[in-house]
């Protein structure tokens, strides 16, 4: 999905007795997280904004490629996300922390 003018903020909602915000698209049954083959991200040249939660992306272990370049992300990056990725690019976003 790397430069489709995809603008906006993640998807998220409230989760229902969890108090807290995720990402629709990626814990949803058809969502990001289930997609155990999955082996490249790229979001890269969009105008995205907010932030990234990573937690459903550590069990895709043929994840090998996570790029979210150019986009008008913020808040903090994780930078391993799983430990299968060999290529990562956080670049030109507005993050304010790496871990």
Do not use: C
């Amino acid at each position: 999905l790397r430069d489709n003018n995809l603008a906006g903020r993640f998807p998220t909602y409230t989760k229902p007795g969890f108090g807290f915000i995720t990402n629709t698209w990626m814990y949803a049954k058809t969502g990001l997280g289930n997609l155990l083959h999955l082996q490249k991200v790229d979001l890269a040249d969009n105008t995205l904004t907010g932030t990234i939660d990573y937690r459903p992306l550590y069990n895709i272990l043929s994840l090998t490629h996570f790029d979210v370049s150019g986009n008008h992300l913020g808040g903090e990056v994780d930078v391993l996300v799983t430990s299968s990725v060999t290529h990562a690019d956080f670049s030109n976003n507005l993050f304010t922390s790496m871990h």
